[in-house]
Protein backbone atom coordinates (compact mmCIF):
# COMPACT_ATOMS: atom_id res chain seq x y z
CA UNK A 1 0.00 0.00 0.00
CA UNK A 2 1.33 3.21 -0.92
CA UNK A 3 1.86 6.14 1.78
CA UNK A 4 -0.65 8.45 0.11
CA UNK A 5 -3.23 5.55 -0.02
CA UNK A 6 -3.44 4.85 3.69
CA UNK A 7 -3.59 7.88 4.41
CA UNK A 8 -6.48 9.33 2.12
CA UNK A 9 -7.76 5.50 3.99
CA UNK A 10 -7.28 7.38 7.24
CA UNK A 11 -8.93 10.56 6.66
CA UNK A 12 -11.96 8.77 4.98
CA UNK A 13 -14.98 8.33 7.36
CA UNK A 14 -15.10 5.17 8.94
CA UNK A 15 -17.66 3.16 10.87
CA UNK A 16 -17.19 4.24 14.65
CA UNK A 17 -16.40 0.90 16.80
CA UNK A 18 -15.53 3.65 19.71
CA UNK A 19 -17.18 2.46 22.69
CA UNK A 20 -17.17 2.66 26.85
CA UNK A 21 -16.41 -0.87 27.05
CA UNK A 22 -13.32 -0.94 24.20
CA UNK A 23 -12.11 1.72 26.43
CA UNK A 24 -12.80 -0.68 29.37
CA UNK A 25 -10.78 -3.19 28.13
CA UNK A 26 -7.75 -1.23 26.69
CA UNK A 27 -7.58 0.49 30.31
CA UNK A 28 -7.00 -3.58 31.61
CA UNK A 29 -4.70 -4.29 29.09
CA UNK A 30 -2.43 -1.62 29.81
CA UNK A 31 -2.80 -2.33 33.24
CA UNK A 32 -1.73 -6.24 32.39
CA UNK A 33 1.35 -4.23 30.36
CA UNK A 34 2.52 -2.45 33.44
CA UNK A 35 2.31 -5.69 35.48
CA UNK A 36 4.16 -7.41 33.07
CA UNK A 37 6.88 -4.41 32.47
CA UNK A 38 7.19 -5.06 36.42
CA UNK A 39 7.82 -8.71 36.20
CA UNK A 40 4.36 -9.61 38.46
CA UNK A 41 3.00 -11.89 35.23
CA UNK A 42 5.38 -13.31 33.54
CA UNK A 43 3.34 -14.87 31.02
CA UNK A 44 4.41 -15.65 27.41
CA UNK A 45 1.54 -14.62 25.25
CA UNK A 46 1.82 -11.11 23.59
CA UNK A 47 -1.11 -8.51 24.85
CA UNK A 48 -3.14 -7.80 21.62
CA UNK A 49 -4.80 -4.09 21.22
CA UNK A 50 -6.94 -3.51 18.59
CA UNK A 51 -7.95 -0.72 16.43
CA UNK A 52 -11.03 -0.15 18.52
CA UNK A 53 -9.60 -0.10 21.70
CA UNK A 54 -6.87 2.54 20.79
CA UNK A 55 -9.02 4.86 19.47
CA UNK A 56 -12.03 4.43 22.61
CA UNK A 57 -8.84 4.60 24.82
CA UNK A 58 -7.94 8.01 23.19
CA UNK A 59 -12.09 9.09 22.58
CA UNK A 60 -13.14 8.14 26.33
CA UNK A 61 -9.99 8.41 28.78
CA UNK A 62 -7.62 10.83 26.55
CA UNK A 63 -9.64 13.40 26.50
CA UNK A 64 -8.01 16.28 29.14
CA UNK A 65 -4.49 14.80 27.56
CA UNK A 66 -5.06 15.99 24.02
CA UNK A 67 -3.97 19.61 23.28
CA UNK A 68 -6.75 22.31 22.96
CA UNK A 69 -7.62 22.49 19.50
CA UNK A 70 -7.53 18.80 18.36
CA UNK A 71 -10.53 16.75 18.20
CA UNK A 72 -11.75 13.70 16.55
CA UNK A 73 -8.21 11.39 16.62
CA UNK A 74 -8.66 8.39 15.11
CA UNK A 75 -5.49 5.79 14.65
CA UNK A 76 -5.59 2.92 11.72
CA UNK A 77 -3.00 0.22 12.03
CA UNK A 78 -1.57 -1.48 9.31
CA UNK A 79 1.42 -3.79 9.17
CA UNK A 80 4.62 -1.75 9.93
CA UNK A 81 3.00 1.64 9.34
CA UNK A 82 0.09 3.58 12.02
CA UNK A 83 -1.99 6.35 10.28
CA UNK A 84 -3.42 9.18 12.43
CA UNK A 85 -5.73 11.53 11.73
CA UNK A 86 -7.58 14.88 13.76
CA UNK A 87 -9.62 18.20 13.06
CA UNK A 88 -7.06 20.50 14.31
CA UNK A 89 -8.13 24.33 14.72
CA UNK A 90 -4.30 25.62 13.75
CA UNK A 91 -5.53 28.90 15.41
CA UNK A 92 -6.16 27.30 18.98
CA UNK A 93 -2.92 25.47 19.24
CA UNK A 94 -0.71 28.61 18.19
CA UNK A 95 -2.47 30.68 20.58
CA UNK A 96 -2.37 27.49 23.20
CA UNK A 97 1.15 27.38 22.81
CA UNK A 98 2.55 31.11 22.54
CA UNK A 99 5.57 29.89 20.05
CA UNK A 100 6.46 32.25 17.37
CA UNK A 101 6.36 30.30 14.15
CA UNK A 102 8.77 30.22 10.55
CA UNK A 103 6.48 32.72 8.63
CA UNK A 104 5.77 29.92 5.94
CA UNK A 105 5.54 27.35 8.86
CA UNK A 106 2.62 30.07 10.10
CA UNK A 107 0.77 30.27 6.46
CA UNK A 108 0.65 26.53 5.93
CA UNK A 109 -1.15 25.31 9.57
CA UNK A 110 -3.87 27.77 9.33
CA UNK A 111 -7.72 27.61 10.55
CA UNK A 112 -9.24 24.47 10.85
CA UNK A 113 -7.94 21.84 9.23
CA UNK A 114 -8.40 17.64 8.90
CA UNK A 115 -4.88 16.33 9.36
CA UNK A 116 -3.54 13.06 8.44
CA UNK A 117 -0.21 11.78 9.16
CA UNK A 118 1.42 8.20 8.37
CA UNK A 119 4.79 6.96 9.42
CA UNK A 120 6.73 3.48 9.40
CA UNK A 121 7.17 1.55 13.29
CA UNK A 122 9.76 -0.87 13.79
CA UNK A 123 10.66 -2.22 17.37
CA UNK A 124 12.41 -5.15 17.90
CA UNK A 125 14.84 -5.58 21.41
CA UNK A 126 13.34 -3.12 23.31
CA UNK A 127 13.33 -0.44 20.83
CA UNK A 128 11.13 0.90 18.65
CA UNK A 129 11.47 3.54 15.81
CA UNK A 130 9.36 5.88 14.06
CA UNK A 131 9.74 7.29 10.59
CA UNK A 132 7.25 10.17 9.40
CA UNK A 133 6.63 9.62 6.15
CA UNK A 134 4.32 12.06 5.34
CA UNK A 135 1.64 14.59 6.50
CA UNK A 136 -1.64 15.92 4.94
CA UNK A 137 -3.37 19.49 5.63
CA UNK A 138 -6.60 19.07 3.93
CA UNK A 139 -6.01 18.23 0.60
CA UNK A 140 -2.13 19.33 0.38
CA UNK A 141 0.11 16.74 0.92
CA UNK A 142 3.54 17.54 2.90
CA UNK A 143 6.67 15.57 2.27
CA UNK A 144 10.29 15.80 2.13
CA UNK A 145 11.44 19.51 2.86
CA UNK A 146 8.44 20.78 3.33
CA UNK A 147 7.45 18.10 6.18
CA UNK A 148 11.19 18.79 7.78
CA UNK A 149 10.18 22.12 8.11
CA UNK A 150 6.68 21.67 9.56
CA UNK A 151 8.11 19.05 11.91
CA UNK A 152 11.38 21.37 13.23
CA UNK A 153 9.32 24.50 13.44
CA UNK A 154 5.99 23.29 14.56
CA UNK A 155 6.13 19.91 16.11
CA UNK A 156 9.45 19.55 17.99
CA UNK A 157 9.54 22.89 19.78
CA UNK A 158 5.98 21.48 21.16
CA UNK A 159 7.04 18.41 21.80
CA UNK A 160 10.57 18.27 22.10
CA UNK A 161 10.77 14.33 23.34
CA UNK A 162 9.28 13.32 19.86
CA UNK A 163 10.89 10.80 18.52
CA UNK A 164 10.97 10.74 14.70
CA UNK A 165 13.79 8.88 12.94
CA UNK A 166 15.23 8.02 16.22
CA UNK A 167 15.31 5.19 18.09
CA UNK A 168 13.53 5.29 21.67
CA UNK A 169 13.42 2.88 24.65
CA UNK A 170 9.85 1.03 24.61
CA UNK A 171 8.31 1.57 27.92
CA UNK A 172 7.45 -0.94 30.29
CA UNK A 173 10.08 -3.61 29.76
CA UNK A 174 8.41 -4.19 26.23
CA UNK A 175 10.59 -5.96 24.07
CA UNK A 176 8.72 -5.35 20.82
CA UNK A 177 5.47 -3.97 19.23
CA UNK A 178 4.06 -5.49 16.11
CA UNK A 179 1.88 -3.89 13.93
CA UNK A 180 -0.20 -5.38 11.62
CA UNK A 181 -3.54 -4.66 9.88
CA UNK A 182 -6.17 -3.12 12.81
CA UNK A 183 -4.22 -4.67 15.44
CA UNK A 184 -0.92 -4.18 17.63
CA UNK A 185 0.96 -7.19 19.30
CA UNK A 186 2.84 -6.15 22.30
CA UNK A 187 5.49 -8.60 23.20
CA UNK A 188 7.83 -9.02 26.73
CA UNK A 189 10.99 -10.77 26.68
CA UNK A 190 10.29 -14.61 27.79
CA UNK A 191 11.45 -14.88 31.54
Known amino acids: MTAALAVRRCAAPAEDGNSQAAA ?6 LAQIKEKGAGRNGLANPILLSEDEVNSYFE ?11 SQVRFRLHQDRVAGSALVDFEEVKAASR ?3 NPLV ?10 T ?15 LEEVS ?8 LLLDLVVRHFVLPRY ?5 DQPFRLPENIEQIVLEEGRALVRFPRR
Not at 106 to 115: A, E, F, I, M, T
Open 137 to 144: LGSLALRG
Open 99 to 101: RPL
Open 106 to 115: DQLLSGKRPV
Open 117 to 131: ALGRFTSEKGTGMFH
Open 24 to 29: DRMEKK
Open 60 to 70: YRMGARIPRGV
Open 160 to 164: PRAAI
